[in-house]
């Protein structure tokens, strides 16, 4: 008798520290915090290292979903790659909160999904700046609540548990009053790999299930978004690239980065109004019905890429900001 892929319950939630094993490698970023000037808003580096803010003009921000998704055409295909930012963003926000009681961090990922695993996560933690001490690592660990998932409908259920525990979490806080309420760490809800379990659907059905199953958990997440936006950012990280699938060179007059002055040409937008400043004209990034599905899904958009052997985190889309266009080089340090 052949079981029903769709029918699998999500895998109980567990706290990250319960399942960290001895320290391995990673890599942090160790830019330290700078100023924002006018002159320098085009740089998001700014942005990542100031971490998730309260601010309306900030990209990191609660209240919306912000996508990170690789060019494929010219990202290596690995989990660390797309998983950096995202990670430095969530250990910069364990850092800077005192633990709690409560678990303010949920990471909902493919269980063969390891970038934002619990060693990973303890590494970077100990790593500088403001490196912790073994035990205060631990007790922000304590803080993540990690649910790994199978297929796409146990992501979709793992989003409506934790929206539960997020109602609790709201209840709690308008039991506050206004001073305590606004000084409890924002929420960070992280779903990863969307997209390749979508590919799953896709496998064992056809594009047009796949890409429906796909926007009716993006709903979900959207709803989940709007409705504790006051406290809660979502990061929503993708597995799969974004663009086609023939590799294209980015070379000579062809070459897009200014680094060192921010300035970049504008390119004339493809079909899709979504594109890249280091893209090629007439190359779309939203190739597939379910890099289209995904996109609607997303409020603010971060594409990473190779350009001329530098790491590039560009906007490519900030439907309820004006981030759009701003870029950065990512530079971890090992």
Known sequence: MTSNVYSAEPAHPVLAQSLLGEPGPTATNN?????????????????????????????????????????RTRSSDNDEYIGQIPRYLLTTHLRKNSPTAEANTFIIYPSNFDAFAARYLFTDLQSSPSALSKDDALKRLDLVQLFPVYNLQNAAQAIKQVSELLQEAQEKRQQLDQAAASSNPAIILVVAGLDTLAEGVVRASNPAR??????????????????????????????????PHVEVEHEGSNGRAAFGTGEVDARPTDHDGIHSIFQLPGSSLLSTLLMRTLDHGIDTHILLSDVKYARVAEVIKDRTGTGLGKWGIWSPQR
Request: glycine share 8%; proline share 1%.
């Open 31 to 71: 830019e330290q915090p700078t100023q924002r000037s006018a002159t320098n808003d085009w740089n998001l580096k700014d942005d990542w290292v100031a971490g998730m803010q309260s601010s309306s003009d900030a990209i990191f921000r609660c209240g919306t979903v912000i996508g990170f998704s690789r060019l």
């Open 210 to 243: 796949g890409a429906a199953v796909l926007a009716s958990t993006l709903r979900i997440l959207t709803r989940v978004s709007r409705t504790y936006s006051s406290f809660l950012s979502v990061m929503l990280v993708n597995t799969n690239g974004l663009g």
